[in-house]
């Protein structure tokens, strides 16, 4: 009895879990920074629940039938059940039930993934390439380019609908933040967009989640996250230093001011 107390103990500590109670509550995933993200969040644990309501009665008739069904003399057989109606149709029905309910809450989910505001308040172009990112803001004219070994920053404000337009120029990349609880492949020739809300200040690291060469662990990069206020000052400040060309990573943006139909450089 031990032993099998010391299991679940073993099992946590090689888990590398923190104890932190609000980790369990999200079912192991990272806290959501954005309002999609919440969406995302609050659809995987209701998964959760119903895998482990699931489980739980799956086990519980298991160990039921081992229980009270076991053979108790050596010749004695079992009585024999065929075609048990009314059981067959509640082993049917059940599964379509639980099935149809999540399928429901996933395209619920979806569909606020995907909806697209029609005047949000930052266009940012999205380019990965091999191997770094380009963000370029469309209407402030700005634009932020990574160089080998130093990952780009792409600053954004909270609480405001942000568009990304997402391009690449050669091979598939995989736009990620992770708090975001979201990403989406960067195709070339097939560009793709998504919108979010920033609802957190802070940093954010980001990173490229498809191969896309010999170079794909060095596509990383970091979102800033700002109020309003200074968001806007540091935007001034950025264009400034585009303009003077004393910071080699901002650059003036002279593309389009919306996002491209076509695959490649948004500059």
């Known amino acids: 009895m031990a032993r099998l107390a010391a299991i679940p103990a073993v ?8 104890g932190e109670a609000a980790k369990w509550e999200r079912g192991g995933w990272p806290q959501p920074v954005t309002k999609q993200g919440r969406d995302a969040l609050h659809l995987w644990q209701g998964a959760l629940i119903a ?5 739980g009665v799956v086990l519980a008739m298991i160990v039921g039938a081992a229980v009270l069904f076991r053979r108790r003399t050596p010749d004695q057989m079992p009585r024999q059940v065929r075609y048990n109606l009314p059981i067959e149709v509640l082993y049917t029905f ?34 990965g390439f091999q191997w770094d990112w380009q963000f370029n803001y469309l209407r402030q004219g700005l634009s932020v380019t990574g160089r080998p070994g130093e990952p780009p ?42 919108e979010v809300t920033v609802t957190s200040a802070g940093t954010f690291q980001g990173r490229c989640a498809e191969y896309c060469g010999v170079d794909h662990d060095r596509m990383s990069f ?3 996250a700002l109020p309003m ?6 935007l001034k400040n950025a264009k400034a230093e585009a303009a003077a060309g004393t910071n080699k990573e901002l650059t003036i943006y ?5 996002g491209q139909k076509s695959g490649g450089y948004l500059s």
């Open 222 to 224: 970091y979102v800033k």
């Open 11 to 18: 099992m946590l500590l090689a888990s590398g879990c923190t």
């Open 153 to 194: 920053t792409l600053v954004i404000p909270t609480e405001k609908q942000i568009h990304f337009y997402l391009t690449s120029p050669d091979v598939i990349h995989s736009f990620w933040v992770v708090p975001f609880l979201f990403k989406r492949d960067v195709i070339p020739g097939h560009p793709n967009e998504f």
């Open 51 to 55: 895998s482990l309501i699931v489980g």
């Open 229 to 234: 206020p200074q968001y806007l000052a540091w």
């Open 94 to 127: 059940i599964p379509i039930v639980v099935v149809s309910v999540l399928f429901y809450f996933t395209a619920i989910g979806e569909n606020s993934e995907d909806k697209i505001n029609n005047s949000p308040a930052v266009q940012i172009g999205v380019v």
């Open 254 to 258: 002279t593309g389009p001011t919306h």
